[in-house]
């Protein structure tokens, strides 16, 4: 039972132009949302997150959106580098003292971004 | 960077044979978690801890042990490797899980091998 889903494997862009990365998701007790960006040989790195009170978050180029009726968020990057080529995944946890910060991930999408 | 090291970070290993993985952090933070990350999955929850000696399973906790006598440092143990345990293991900290925050910070990951 997949919880978090990135229907999309792989995303092509140009650079400079917007890469729209996207996250399903099916358990109503998550509150807290993440993407990490993932370079081959190396561990995820935070980029950017968003409580479930929230509907959009911003960080520099990134944005978050989320839509909590439709169970679903994405990720933006405007505007797209070729240093953004990477594994990009969702996570999700479930708020309150008992899930201990417990991460669900999505399967990643492999963004390329060409020069 | 968050101070986080994993050893080894490359091990090739026989069927049956026991491993130990090491996940060191200097943060003094109370939470770690051990992943596994397999193509098609993402990343699934192996074990975590919540404080020392103190443990639980995550959602791909069958095969695997884990041990957390100091705050440092967590041990990830499969206690007789099989060649379905071939993959990269990632240890993540969290200084604050529980209260909606969550985020994780990742090690570099070990890549294991098992012949």
């Known amino acids: 039972d997949q919880q978090v889903k990135q229907n999309s494997p792989s995303l092509s862009v140009q650079e400079g132009r917007i890469s729209i990365l996207n996250c399903d998701y099916t358990n109503s007790m998550f509150d807290y949302f993440l993407w990490y960006k993932k370079y081959p040989a190396e561990g995820p790195t935070f980029l950017i997150s968003?409580?479930?009170?929230?509907d959009k978050n911003e960080d520099g180029r990134f944005t978050v959106f989320l839509n909590k009726s439709a169970k679903h968020l994405s990720l933006h990057i405007v505007p797209s580098q070729p240093g953004d080529s990477a594994v990009y995944f969702c996570?999700?946890?479930?708020?309150?003292?008992?899930?201990?910060?417990?991460?669900?991930f999505g399967q990643g999408t492999i963004l390329t971004v060409h020069p | 960077d968050a101070g986080i090291t994993q050893s080894p970070r490359h091990k090739v290993t026989e069927t049956g044979t026991p491993v130990t993985l090491r996940c060191h952090q200097t943060e003094n933070h109370r939470y770690m978690y051990w992943y596994r990350q397999d193509p098609g999955h993402g990343l699934r929850l192996i074990h975590y801890?919540?404080?020392?000696?103190?443990?639980d399973k995550g959602e791909v906790s069958d095969g695997y042990s884990v041990s957390r006598s100091k705050t440092e440092d967590f041990l990830l143990t499969l206690e007789s490797a099989t060649s379905s345990q071939t993959s990269v293991y990632f240890c993540a900290i969290s200084p604050l899980p529980g209260q909606g925050q969550g985020t994780q910070y990742f090690g570099p990951g070990t890549r294991l091998l098992v012949l």
């Open positions: 968003i409580s479930s009170i929230k």
């Open positions: 801890s919540y404080g020392v000696k103190d443990t």
């Open positions: 996570a999700a946890s479930e708020g309150g003292g008992t899930s201990y910060g417990k991460l669900t």
